[in-house]
């Protein structure tokens, strides 16, 4: 009972902490204080528990490091005008009918070559919204779309930190989780582009799409030189080539458009890669500042914060007992039943997905047989369902960056699609055990791995 009491008590701290305007961070401060606390109840030395913190914490050193450089990354495709140059083609593509269709699919793209949702939101997203706005669509229609799409790729792009971190704590490969997960999301995605062109044929403003180019010609060299970096991002990933020298590869080729196409100056650099781009034209404030080193402090904090929880967990034997219940939800239905049910109370208790994706991996450990079984449920369920809760900071943040209402998470298809759809492909697997090993299993991203009735015998 006293687990249970503490870990109510996280939660209850969680709410008010949050209520009252304290960062993530410092709630997540008071928490890791608590659990140590709890150590110190069982017995355990502060020795003892610092190691404990610090195993966790070490697990996602690579995830840490992969940040910084997003951090950097994210700056210097605005200062070489590479985002500048994919919004002011992509924005070519809308029309009033199929607004929220293209909102959707843009959305998703810059969030497959950016890897977050933070990013995809604020420069793509900015744009679709403005367009919105101008064409007379309805803001939580438009922002559902955005938030859906913005998902998309934190979810399955290989230069996104959640795919890294669950990579890291399932000891799965990340390339391999990649390709599944772009298998399994296959439907829901098609499924939610059906839905954005149906409502958005049926709610379609009547107004004229702004001309964004014009703004950014103004302010950049958008000559398709400056694609480079996002092409290399692709063509890497392609080639399954190590995420960190993707990136690096990526980010040394936006510094030296930087330097020799928009005339950024070599002594710059440094302040561009910690602190963010900023544009002169208060035209294109809202649309393009940002990135640096510096918006990643934070994540990186929550990120090494979150993992320490992690480490004491394990330690103290703080979740056993409801690894317990999990795994007879597990066993009674389906793993992704157990791994669903446990994402959406941590993603409702823990307001942050790296949080609530670590708290569902401590819980949900003992249900599937391989670490890659595991990773594609965790993708599949509270990484996209920690968005769908409006007080976290991957849904409230986002809504924030584009002005969008809270009911947009009632818009945001995909979010729902991919874990129902997943209950599906998962209740077909218990039913019929040759499934994963079928043509269609396959070409669904299932495999061996994923029938975790396969492993109970050895484990008994």
Same mark, same amino acid.
């Given at each position: 009972?006293?687990?249970?009491?503490?870990?109510?008590?996280?939660?209850?701290?969680?709410?008010?902490?949050?209520?009252?305007?304290?960062?993530? +961070?410092?709630?997540?401060?008071?928490?890791?204080?608590?659990?140590?606390?709890? #150590?110190?109840?069982? $017995?355990?030395?502060? *020795?003892? /528990? *610092?190691?404990?913190?610090?195993? !966790?914490?070490?697990?996602?050193?690579?995830?840490?490091?992969?940040?910084? &450089? &997003?951090? @950097? =990354?994210?700056?210097?495709?605005?200062?070489?005008?590479?985002?500048?140059?994919?919004?002011?083609?992509?924005?070519?593509?809308?029309?009033?009918?199929?607004?929220? /269709?293209?909102?959707?699919?843009?959305?998703?793209?810059?969030?497959?070559?950016?890897?977050?949702?933070?990013?995809?939101?604020?420069? @793509? #997203?900015?744009?679709?919204?403005?367009?919105?706005?101008?064409?007379?669509?309805?803001?939580?229609?438009?922002?559902?779309? =955005?938030?859906?799409?913005?998902?998309?790729?934190?979810?399955?792009?290989?230069?996104?930190?959640?795919?890294?971190?669950?990579?890291?704590?399932?000891?799965?490969?990340?390339?391999?989780?990649?390709?599944?997960?772009?298998?399994?999301?296959?439907?829901?995605?098609?499924?939610?582009?059906?839905?954005?062109?149906?409502?958005?044929?049926?709610?379609? #403003?009547?107004?004229?799409?702004?001309?964004?180019?014009?703004?950014?010609?103004?302010?950049?060299?958008?000559?398709?030189?400056?694609?480079?970096?996002?092409?290399?991002?692709?063509?890497?990933?392609?080639?399954?080539?190590?995420?960190?020298?993707?990136?690096?590869?990526?980010?040394?080729?936006?510094?030296?458009?930087?330097?020799?196409?928009? !005339?950024?100056?070599?002594?710059?650099?440094?302040?561009?890669? +910690?602190?963010?781009?900023?544009?002169?034209?208060?035209?294109?404030?809202?649309? &393009?500042?940002?990135? #640096?080193?510096?918006? @990643?402090?934070?994540?990186?904090? &929550?990120?090494?914060?979150?993992?320490?929880?992690?480490?004491?967990?394990? !330690?103290?034997?703080? =979740?056993?007992?409801?690894?317990?219940?999990?795994?007879?939800?597990?066993?009674?239905?389906?793993?992704?039943? $157990?791994?669903? %049910?446990?994402?959406?109370?941590?993603?409702?208790?823990?307001?942050?997905?790296?949080?609530?994706?670590?708290?569902?991996?401590?819980?949900?450990?003992?249900?599937?047989?391989? *670490?890659?079984?595991?990773?594609?449920?965790?993708?599949?369920?509270?990484?996209?369902?920690?968005?769908?809760?409006?007080?976290?900071? !991957?849904? %409230?943040?986002?809504?924030?960056?584009?002005? %969008?209402?809270?009911?947009?998470?009632?818009?945001?298809?995909?979010?729902?699609?991919?874990?129902?759809?997943?209950?599906?492909?998962?209740?077909?697997?218990?039913?019929?055990?040759?499934?994963?090993?079928?043509?269609?299993?396959?070409?669904?991203?299932?495999?061996?791995?994923?029938?975790?009735?396969?492993?109970?015998?050895?484990?008994?």
């Amino acid at each position: 009972m006293v687990e249970y009491g503490v870990l109510g008590a996280f939660a209850v701290m969680l709410v008010v902490t949050m209520g009252v305007g304290m960062p993530l +961070w410092g709630s997540l401060l008071l928490g890791l204080a608590l659990f140590v606390g709890y #150590g110190l109840y069982r $017995g355990y030395t502060l *020795g003892e /528990l *610092g190691r404990m913190a610090l195993s !966790g914490t070490r697990t996602i050193g690579g995830v840490l490091s992969l940040l910084v &450089i &997003i951090g @950097m =990354i994210t700056a210097a495709w605005r200062a070489a005008g590479t985002i500048p140059a994919i919004v002011c083609l992509s924005a070519r593509l809308v029309s009033p009918r199929l607004y929220l /269709l293209v909102a959707f699919l843009l959305c998703s793209g810059m969030s497959m070559l950016m890897g977050t949702s933070f990013g995809a939101s604020a420069t @793509m #997203g900015v744009i679709c919204m403005s367009i919105a706005r101008a064409m007379g669509v309805d803001p939580a229609l438009a922002g559902g779309a =955005i938030l859906a799409g913005a998902y998309c790729g934190d979810r399955c792009s290989p230069m996104s930190s959640s795919a890294s971190v669950v990579a890291t704590i399932t000891d799965s490969d990340l390339f391999d989780n990649v390709d599944r997960m772009i298998r399994t999301g296959a439907v829901p995605f098609v499924a939610s582009c059906g839905l954005y062109a149906v409502v958005g044929s049926l709610t379609a #403003g009547s107004g004229m799409v702004p001309d964004v180019a014009q703004a950014f010609v103004r302010v950049f060299d958008l000559s398709p030189v400056v694609l480079l970096p996002a092409v290399a991002v692709v063509v890497l990933s392609l080639c399954k080539v190590d995420v960190h020298k993707t990136m690096l590869v990526s980010l040394a080729l936006a510094l030296a458009i930087c330097v020799g196409v928009q !005339g950024v100056a070599v002594r710059d650099l440094p302040a561009l890669l +910690w602190g963010g781009f900023r544009v002169a034209d208060p035209e294109l404030t809202h649309m &393009i500042d940002g990135g #640096g080193i510096v918006t @990643m402090v934070e994540i990186v904090a &929550i990120i090494a914060i979150a993992a320490s929880y992690a480490g004491l967990f394990e !330690g103290t034997g703080l =979740i056993a007992g409801m690894r317990g219940v999990v795994n007879g939800v597990s066993h009674r239905y389906t793993p992704f039943v $157990g791994v669903l %049910a446990t994402s959406v109370c941590t993603s409702i208790i823990s307001c942050e997905q790296t949080l609530a994706v670590m708290l569902t991996q401590q819980l949900c450990g003992e249900v599937e047989g391989t *670490g890659s079984a595991l990773a594609l449920d965790l993708e599949n369920s509270v990484v996209v369902v920690s968005a769908l809760a409006p007080w976290s900071i !991957g849904c %409230a943040a986002i809504l924030s960056f584009v002005s %969008a209402p809270a009911t947009s998470v009632l818009w945001a298809f995909l979010l729902y699609l991919i874990p129902l759809w997943t209950l599906v492909l998962s209740w077909r697997e218990r039913t019929d055990p040759a499934f994963v090993d079928s043509a269609a299993g396959h070409l669904m991203g299932l495999g061996a791995h994923d029938d975790a009735r396969r492993f109970r015998p050895a484990e008994a």
